[in-house]
């Protein structure tokens, strides 16, 4: 999908399940992120094939460009805004891994799709997740209602927004 200065995204492979239902199964991202912690190599790769068919779903690895992975970025395009979800293994966390793979997926998309605005939910305690977002330009918009397992005591995400990068294509 997309290089950084530091990272490769790009597609799942089947041969990464057994990683991924290991990286996962973190108390943090289960309390930070709706991913499920649980799971069998079958339904992983199901699960992947599924996303793989979608025109507007991505689900990529975040990897060093020595091929570590590190996290994993979601990506779905709803109209004209993408909203994005990421998460970090735990020996992978404080290197800036986040935050450059946010950023690198705001330029791809932006360049690649026709694209308003970006948007994450956050779980208002995640303040790692926030800095990150409020890093890359994103900006708090309020809070919404969620039933899922990021949401804080009172059933609520935060949302944070930013509008499409800006590019001149006239070059």
Same mark, same amino acid.
């Given at each position: ?88 293994? $735990?020996? /992978?966390?404080?290197? =800036?891994?986040?935050? @450059?793979?946010? *950023? ?6 932006? #360049? ?18 926030? $800095?990150? /977002?409020?890093?890359? =330009?994103?900006?708090? @918009?309020?809070? *919404? ?6 949401? #804080? ?19």
């Amino acid at each position: 999908m997309f290089d950084t200065p530091h990272l490769r995204v790009g597609p799942w492979q089947a041969g990464d399940a057994a990683w991924y239902l290991e990286a996962v199964a973190d108390a943090d991202i289960e309390r930070w992120t709706r991913e499920v912690p649980s799971g069998t190599v079958e339904a992983w790769t199901k699960r992947l094939r599924t996303v793989q068919m979608s025109p507007t779903r991505s689900w990529s690895c975040i990897a060093t460009l020595d091929g570590t992975r590190v996290g994993s970025l979601r990506a779905s395009l709803h109209g004209g805004v993408v909203e994005l979800s990421y998460w970090i293994a $735990r020996d /992978a966390r404080g290197r =800036g891994y986040a935050r @450059e793979a946010l *950023e690198g997926a705001v330029s791809w998309w932006s #360049d690649h799709q026709a694209v308003e605005r970006f948007h994450l939910e956050i779980h208002p305690d995640n303040r790692a997740s926030v $800095r990150v /977002a409020e890093r890359v =330009g994103f900006r708090f @918009e309020g809070f *919404e209602q969620s039933c899922d397992s990021c949401a #804080d005591d009172l059933g609520r995400v935060a949302i944070y927004t930013r509008p499409a990068a800006m590019r001149d294509h006239a070059r």
